[in-house]
């Protein structure tokens, strides 16, 4: 027994030709017209619901086009091969540092400069991978006023201990102190293990 009999128990029929249960299919002129009608009315709806499809995509597009020399961020996904390339994988973000667009490649891909730690990365992306970025100034960080080390961290030094507590855990009481520490960028706090 078929599927679909177990489950409807009635005989599956085709939507082309809909003929009762034991009635003999004799492919006659009237058969065929059925058919070639049945196949005219799928084809019909089906271009009204790629038109359709067609329309609310084309409100939501958005043509890029980008000039040589412009800056671009790339968007990190596992088709571009940045989510591997990148040693952190956790907090990936959406988009990475901007890049410079090298040359145009064809209608809608381009070439940009990766820098040497992206240097395993192919260098040609579809436009739909980049996004244009626009200069801000306020979004720049001064660099005179922080050192940065060449591991990429500042130096914080402790200026007082603001203040004490103890910390209950499990029949143990552990001493914290709450540190102000001072650098660059301000003062910050945390809780350390006294001692």
Sequence with gaps: ??????LYSRRCRTPLCWLEPGEDLTLGPEVVQQTIEMVKLIQERMRAAQS???SYQDKKRKDLEFEVGDHVFLRVT?????GQALKSRKLTPHFIFPLQILKRVGLVAYQIIVPP????LHIVFHM???????HDPSYVIEMDDVQVKENLTNETLPLRIEDRRTKHL???EIPL??????????EDATWKLEG
């Design 128 to 134: 739909s991978q980049l996004c244009k970025y626009i």
């Design 1 to 6: 027994m078929a599927p679909y009999e177990a």
């Design 52 to 54: 359709r499809q067609k």
């Design 78 to 82: 596992p088709w571009t091969g940045v």
């Design 177 to 186: 102190v709450k540190v102000i520490w001072g650098g660059a960028l301000g």
């Design 117 to 120: 730690s992206l240097c395993n």
């Design 170 to 172: 499990r029949g143990k």
